[in-house]
């Protein structure tokens, strides 16, 4: 196992990720990277999609290109191809509702020391309410704990995860999981 070489500058950027996070979620809980699609667009376009503060949109459109999740070309932002892929919800391949399944979490890491201190969980709500007993995320790491063939990638399947879900149980994660090969 290798150890991690910490000093200020790594304990410092770990502190920062904090933020990034934040970012991030944002962004998805916004629905930024679909509103853009592939398009290049100004933020005033961007903000005629999302309706929000035009100074505070700015903010965020240069922290996501700051980030790399997408581009700034004079006045105009595009997705990165990571965040056309991953993040607009007009992509197959969406995990922002991972992302927001994270987000609804963070109340609950926020509260670590107050849990340590009383010895117990201190969340009140999941972020996944049809599913209890945090099958949502015993279900997504199960997916990926899957072995794959060499060259191939996971894909998800969301209409028949989706009609699990409604009836309250975890969807079993092999019949949703489907290998495609990749260009070598």
């Known amino acids: 196992m290798d150890t991690m070489n910490w000093n200020p500058g790594t304990l410092l950027e770990m502190s920062g990720y904090y933020w990034r996070t ?3 979620h944002t962004g998805v809980k916004l629905d930024i990277f679909t509103a853009i699609g592939p398009n290049t667009l100004s933020c005033a376009d961007i903000n005629k999609k999302i309706k929000a503060d035009q100074r505070g949109l700015a903010l965020l459109l240069n922290a996501l290109t700051a980030m790399g999740l997408l581009v700034k070309t004079g006045e105009t932002y595009a997705n990165s191809p990571a965040a056309l892929s991953f993040l607009s919800k007009d992509s197959p391949q969406y995990i922002g ?13 926020q509260n670590m020391g107050k849990a340590v201190m009383e010895g117990g969980p201190i969340r009140e709500r999941a972020s996944f309410s049809m599913m209890s007993g945090g099958k949502a995320f015993s279900w997504a790491c199960s ?10 990638q996971r894909k998800w399947i969301f209409p028949a995860v989706e009609t699990s879900w409604i009836s309250g149980e975890a969807p079993e994660p092999l019949p949703f999981i489907s290998a495609w090969p990749t260009p070598v």
């Not at 997916?143 to 191939?152: D, E, H």
Request: glycine letters at 0%.
């Open 22 to 24: 934040c970012t991030l």
């Open 97 to 109: 509702f991972i992302i927001m399944h994270h987000h609804h979490l963070m109340d609950s890491w």
């Open 143 to 152: 997916i990926w704990a899957w072995p794959l063939p060499r060259n191939c």
